[in-house]
């Protein structure tokens, strides 16, 4: 059987709906003339008590009942109304009390079931006072069995109740299974998002950084061989192209490294295709790190000083703050490069005001500095990219700030304040991939 799932999940279309009310009225007509055959069989067996069979009369009467019960389920109301218009004269000549029975509870019944309480109530009122009102003005025999008649009439209301108020359970209960699918697959979407922007920022800082040091050495090397042929400095070329190695080994192990985490991820937790990557054991070093960039610059010709305070940091913010430093680096030599540049790099802990922007639960911070004195060169066929963006979304992916623009006294600097103690709720907020 073929069955369309958009059909299934979506709202119906217009051809479904028509489908719908014609496979319903197929149904109640069905229904009506089966009631329509049990009330015949019913009418022929003859007048029970003090009413009588049926003439041509009250058989139209009788059959002309049910038609109504074909339409009950779209116009509940309306249909009852039409019963009753043709009941009321059948019972008032006397016929076979109980012939009609069967569709008169019916009737009741599509009503109850398909309007609020309080019209039922209205409704099923309306019937029971008329029927006793009658029936008690005819005798105290007639009276008592309406009393009798008066309990099914309620039962069948009470029954109309129950399956319309266990409907609309149902229906809310198919609604919050449908929200939280609806909701589960948003989450799926939004960390797929996150995962595919954590590894767009990995690839970018690392090629980033390792393309502009290869690029920079490259020159260094070839500066060597142009500056003086006759008197080769051979141990300045073999220095650079060294260094051009080993640049190329540490891009190549850092790369291998983090698809080893994509792909370890895949194994581990999966949910709705997005990979919860583990932030613990991150594809790169903290702040252990933090000197082989700086020797990594010092290669492509920049005096680069560190000043590093030992100390405990989360892997989230170590990462944070290595990339931070990386990319910062990679931007002094790229855009600021020249002889006799000088960048100062600078991590120490601080304990912020409580309050401040940027600090944790204790006011216990990592501050990140890397400042340099060159001057800005820009290449005109540059075309912008993502480095400072990138720096940002670190620094708030753990509940830090950062910011970077021209400094007064010439060069550059970027300046991160990352918390040490918030940094787990942070990530945890962010969900995966959010502190890589």
């Known amino acids: 059987m073929r069955i369309a799932l958009p059909r299934l999940l979506g709202p119906p279309g217009p051809r479904d709906v028509r489908a719908s009310a014609a496979r ?7 229904l009506a003339l089966a009631c329509a055959a049990c009330a015949v069989f019913i009418g022929l067996r003859g007048g029970g008590g003090d009413s009588r069979a049926p003439d041509a009369l009250g058989w139209t009467l009788l059959l002309a009942l049910h038609m109504p019960l074909a339409f009950r389920r779209r116009a509940p109301l309306g249909a009852f109304l039409c019963l009753a218009a043709c009941v009321a004269p059948y019972h008032a000549l006397n016929y076979n009390h109980n012939a009609p029975m069967a569709a008169s509870m019916l009737a009741l019944f599509t009503v109850a079931m398909s309007g609020r309480t309080l019209r039922t109530v209205v409704v099923g009122a309306g019937v029971i006072g008329v029927m006793l009102g009658v029936k008690f003005g005819q005798g105290i025999a007639e009276g008592r069995e309406a009393l009798r008649i008066t309990g099914w009439i309620v039962s069948f209301l009470i029954l109309g109740v129950y399956v319309r108020v266990h409907r609309q359970y149902v229906a809310s209960v198919v609604e919050r299974a449908e929200r939280a699918e609806r909701t589960r697959e948003e989450e799926a979407r939004r960390r797929v998002a996150e995962e595919r ?15 502009t040091l290869v690029g920079v050495q490259t020159s260094v090397a070839a500066h060597v061989l142009a500056a003086d042929p006759d008197r080769l400095d051979r141990a300045a070329v073999a220095k650079a192209l060294e260094d051009i190695s080993e640049t190329c080994r540490t891009a190549r192990g850092e790369l291998r490294a983090t698809l080893e985490v994509l792909r370890s991820g895949t194994d581990g937790d999966v949910h709705g295709g997005a990979v919860a990557a583990d932030e613990s054991r991150g594809p790169l070093p903290g702040l252990d790190g933090i000197a082989d960039l700086a020797e990594s610059a010092r290669t492509a010709g920049a005096a680069v000083e560190v000043d590093v305070q030992e100390c405990a940091t989360p892997p989230a913010v170590g990462v944070a703050a290595y990339r931070i430093v990386q990319e910062a680096l990679t931007n002094a030599v790229r855009h600021a490069g020249g002889p006799g540049l000088t960048i100062r790099v600078g991590l120490r802990t601080e304990h912020a005001a409580a309050g401040a922007e940027g600090a944790g639960a204790e006011g216990g911070v990592l501050r990140v500095t890397v400042s ?59 969900g995966p991939g959010g502190a890589a």
């Open 372 to 430: 340099d004195d060159g001057r800005m060169v820009q290449d005109p066929s540059h075309t912008p990219g993502f480095g400072l963006l990138g720096m940002r979304e670190r620094a708030r992916s753990v509940g830090g700030t950062l910011e970077a623009g021209p400094r007064e006294e010439g060069g550059f600097m970027v300046s991160a304040v990352l918390p040490l103690v918030a940094a787990g709720a942070a990530v945890a907020a962010a």
């Open 197 to 211: 922007l954590r590894v767009a920022r990995d690839l970018h800082d690392l090629l980033a950084h390792s393309i």
């Open 24 to 30: 319903t009225l197929r149904v109640d007509a069905l």
